[in-house]
């Protein structure tokens, strides 16, 4: 409960100062494939890796601050997952950018005919290419904490590698 505070206290921070930034507003949306690792221990543990693909939007503020929604689905375990993440962006070069952030949300996973859906939590670093004034892709690692625990089965964490090419207008 202490880190679902936490997370709720720095999303929610976030969000009331969002106004006083928005001088420099850049929106996005775009999509990403890549690969995901579930840790599934108990009764009906399995390899609990797959590709996973991913639905994005956002904006990006005063080219330092990114906030973003995401929708990604993994077949292995028909993971639907819902994410609230923001980024701090660190530009190393014109066109790059390094970020780390955290992420929040829910995730509905079925196993052996159970599903739940449950809170996850986390956080992402990365490296972003800006190709030109519209487009943008990058590579990102993100680390999710699982709630999900049903019939003595239990996914501890996921693990996630994906590239992803956003639309900015």
């Known amino acids: 409960?202490?880190?679902?505070?936490?997370?709720?206290?720095?999303?929610?921070?976030?969000?009331?100062?969002?106004?006083a930034f928005a001088a420099d507003t850049d929106w996005f949306v775009g999509g990403g494939v890549g690969y995901q690792q579930d840790e599934v221990k108990g009764v009906n543990d399995q390899n609990g890796e797959d590709a996973t693909y991913q639905l994005r939007g956002g904006a990006i503020i005063n080219d330092h601050h990114r906030v973003m929604g995401t929708y990604s689905y993994m077949d292995k375990?028909?993971?639907?997952?819902?994410?609230?993440?923001?980024?701090?962006?660190?530009?190393v070069a014109q066109q790059v950018n390094l970020f780390a952030g955290v992420s929040a949300g829910f995730a509905d996973s079925e196993i052996?005919?159970?599903?739940?859906?449950?809170?996850?939590?986390?956080?992402q670093v990365g490296a972003?290419?800006?190709?030109?004034?519209s487009w943008s892709t990058e590579l990102a690692y993100r680390?999710?904490?699982?709630?999900?625990?049903?019939?003595?089965?239990?996914?501890d964490y996921s693990q996630q590698v994906v590239w992803s090419v956003d639309y900015k207008f």
């Open 77 to 91: 375990s028909s993971q639907d997952m819902f994410l609230a993440s923001y980024d701090y962006l660190i530009p």
């Open 143 to 155: 680390y999710l904490e699982q709630d999900y625990s049903e019939n003595s089965t239990k996914i």
């Open 112 to 123: 052996a005919s159970t599903s739940s859906t449950d809170f996850v939590w986390g956080g």
């Open 128 to 133: 972003m290419y800006e190709i030109n004034d």
């Open 1 to 19: 409960m202490k880190k679902f505070t936490a997370i709720s206290t720095l999303i929610l921070s976030a969000a009331v100062t969002l106004p």
